[in-house]
């Protein structure tokens, strides 16, 4: 479901796009101390996404280097780590043992079991440090449960349960900021999960998996109403981080925040450049 939170490339500056990448690069090297090699696939961009946010927010102490990676093994890569970069790299940790333990324990998957197991010392280490997100998480994973069981047709009803556990793990300081941040979250998660749920709609008919868009008339009709709530999501995200004091790589968030989450939606619906491009700034 994850990964919409990324940046729109064609419209970000170079010397941006390269700080953006080091923070990505950051996150996957926490990623990899944390969980190992295998681990750092699982990134998505969203965590990106909230280490670039923290640190814009915290003004976090920066360490950059040039470093060699076995995924880019030709030449030295540029690496912002700090303690925000550890935090995400966290949160996707949490996120994706979850995961993959939902898959095993619903599905019988046994890759799932298998990564399970491999990840099972680093995630016993980290999520005592997090009972706040634990929490989270395990309660996402029920409530999603049910709102597949009942076969819930109204999509904010099931969008707000990605809402809820996102304005946890945006939340990293329980301080002057975290209604913002909490706010910022929500609105992102729920966002996150409509366009997934539109983006799916093709597959999850074959499969006949739940799916709320399912349950309207026709496509125009699931397009029309899921632009009507993805973009009233991205406007309350985008108030909320307005109101953030952030100086700090802003060009980079502003790039993903009302361009690049719409990415997905303009690669399908190339006519609704114009609608999809922009949350109220």
């Not at 999509?155 to 900021?177: H, Q, S, V, Y």
């Not at 349950?215 to 991205?234: K, V």
């Amino acid at each position: 479901m994850f990964g919409y939170l990324t940046v729109d490339r064609g419209e970000l500056k170079g010397k941006d796009f390269d700080r953006y990448r080091a923070y990505y690069c950051g996150v996957c090297r926490d990623i990899r101390d944390t969980c190992g090699e295998a681990a750092r696939l699982t990134l998505t961009y969203d965590m990106t996404f909230l280490a670039i946010l923290l640190t814009s927010l915290y003004e976090g102490a920066d360490e950059e280097k040039d470093v060699r990676c076995i995924l880019h093994p030709v030449k030295k890569i540029k690496v912002i780590r700090n303690p925000y970069t550890a935090y995400a790299a966290d949160m996707n940790m949490l996120l994706m043992y979850h995961d993959l333990e939902d898959n095993w324990i619903d599905d019988r998957n046994v890759p799932s079991l298998a990564a399970v197991r491999a990840f099972r010392h680093a995630y016993l280490k980290t999520a005592p440090r997090y009972p706040r997100q634990t929490k989270a998480i395990r309660h996402y994973l029920r409530e999603l449960h049910e709102t597949e069981r009942r076969d819930d047709a109204a999509p904010e009803n099931a969008a707000k349960e990605t809402g809820t556990l996102m304005a946890e793990i945006f939340c990293c300081r329980d301080d002057e900021w975290a209604d913002l941040m909490r706010e910022t979250g929500f609105y992102l998660g729920k966002f996150i999960y409509l366009m997934d749920a539109w983006d799916d709609m093709d597959k999850d008919r074959k499969n006949h998996a739940y799916n709320p868009f399912l349950r309207l008339p026709g496509q125009a009709e699931a397009d029309e109403s899921a632009l009507r709530l993805m973009t009233m999501q991205a406007s309350g995200a985008a108030r909320a981080f307005e109101a953030l004091p952030l100086l700090q790589d802003v060009d980079i968030l502003r790039n993903i925040l009302y361009s690049g989450i719409w990415i997905r939606y303009r690669a399908k619906r190339p006519e609704d450049t114009d609608k999809g491009n922009k949350a109220d700034q």
